[in-house]
């Protein structure tokens, strides 16, 4: 499992982007982390396997939604209402756990990133 981001850009405070996560191989718990210069990465979004599942932090909920489309083993992190804070680097990860965890120990599959970066 490789997965591969896309999507990321540059948009003004209040616009929207949607991010794309390509992972072949078997169907995984998918995540969304994300790393700002000077912090630590962070838990963004997760979806279990079969998208029953999601769970969001706090910070992006109600703003952002995760969704997959398992046919074409693609993940989705439609994020709406950018705020300047949510400009990062954000990455996509997978792990074979059915739950959602939320430490990035727990994913061991994980894309090179793609810039997001939002102007006020």
């Known amino acids: 499992v490789q997965p591969v981001e896309s999507g990321g850009g540059s948009v003004q405070a209040g616009g929207s982007l949607r991010l794309s996560c390509a992972a072949s191989?078997?169907?995984?718990?998918m995540a969304w982390f994300r790393q700002a210069p000077g912090k630590e990465r962070e838990f963004v979004a997760g979806?279990?396997?079969?998208?029953?599942?999601?769970y969001y932090a706090d910070v992006v909920m109600g703003r952002f939604t995760i969704s997959r489309d398992n046919a074409k083993r693609t993940v989705f992190l439609q994020m709406n209402s950018l705020k300047p804070e949510d400009t990062a680097v954000y990455y996509c990860?997978?792990?074979?756990?059915?739950?959602?965890?939320?430490?990035?120990?727990?994913?061991?599959?994980w894309g090179q990133g793609t810039q997001v970066t939002v102007s006020s």
């Open positions: 979806i279990s396997a079969n998208g029953g599942r999601t």
């Open positions: 191989g078997s169907t995984y718990g």
């Open positions: 990860a997978a792990t074979r756990r059915i739950d959602i965890p939320l430490g990035q120990e727990a994913y061991a599959y």
